[in-house]
Protein backbone atom coordinates (compact mmCIF):
# COMPACT_ATOMS: atom_id res chain seq x y z
CA UNK A 1 0.00 0.00 0.00
CA UNK A 2 1.07 3.55 -0.93
CA UNK A 3 -0.11 6.67 0.39
CA UNK A 4 0.48 9.68 -0.98
CA UNK A 5 -0.84 13.03 0.16
CA UNK A 6 -0.21 16.22 -1.94
CA UNK A 7 -0.14 19.86 -0.84
CA UNK A 8 -0.30 22.98 -2.10
CA UNK A 9 1.29 25.99 -0.52
CA UNK A 10 3.16 29.06 -1.31
CA UNK A 11 6.84 29.08 -0.97
CA UNK A 12 7.11 31.05 2.62
CA UNK A 13 5.26 28.71 4.40
CA UNK A 14 6.19 25.25 2.53
CA UNK A 15 9.45 23.76 4.44
CA UNK A 16 7.34 24.48 7.96
CA UNK A 17 3.68 23.23 6.65
CA UNK A 18 5.72 20.45 4.71
CA UNK A 19 7.05 19.66 8.16
CA UNK A 20 4.07 19.27 10.13
CA UNK A 21 1.66 18.04 7.72
CA UNK A 22 4.49 15.33 7.50
CA UNK A 23 3.77 14.41 10.93
CA UNK A 24 0.17 14.74 10.71
CA UNK A 25 0.21 11.72 8.11
CA UNK A 26 2.46 9.74 9.61
CA UNK A 27 -0.05 10.02 13.06
CA UNK A 28 -3.22 9.70 10.45
CA UNK A 29 -2.10 6.67 8.55
CA UNK A 30 -0.48 4.90 11.80
CA UNK A 31 -3.16 2.67 12.51
CA UNK A 32 -4.00 2.07 8.94
CA UNK A 33 -0.96 0.69 8.08
CA UNK A 34 -0.23 -1.25 11.09
CA UNK A 35 -3.09 -3.60 10.71
CA UNK A 36 -1.25 -4.70 6.73
CA UNK A 37 2.50 -4.34 8.77
CA UNK A 38 1.29 -6.97 11.61
CA UNK A 39 -0.22 -9.42 8.79
CA UNK A 40 1.63 -13.22 8.63
CA UNK A 41 1.76 -12.32 4.12
CA UNK A 42 3.78 -9.46 5.15
CA UNK A 43 6.38 -10.86 7.26
CA UNK A 44 6.83 -13.88 4.34
CA UNK A 45 7.02 -11.51 1.91
CA UNK A 46 9.74 -9.12 3.20
CA UNK A 47 11.50 -12.24 5.45
CA UNK A 48 14.38 -12.58 2.51
CA UNK A 49 15.21 -9.22 3.59
CA UNK A 50 16.11 -10.02 7.25
CA UNK A 51 18.92 -11.44 8.35
CA UNK A 52 18.73 -14.84 10.06
CA UNK A 53 17.77 -14.94 13.72
Known amino acids: ?3 TI ?3 TDEAN ?3 EADS ?3 ETA ?3 EKALAED ?3 DEEDEA ?3 LQPDQ
Open 37 to 39: WTR
Open 27 to 29: LLS
Open 21 to 23: SAG
Open 1 to 3: MLV
Open 14 to 16: QDF
Open 46 to 48: WKH
Open 6 to 8: LEE
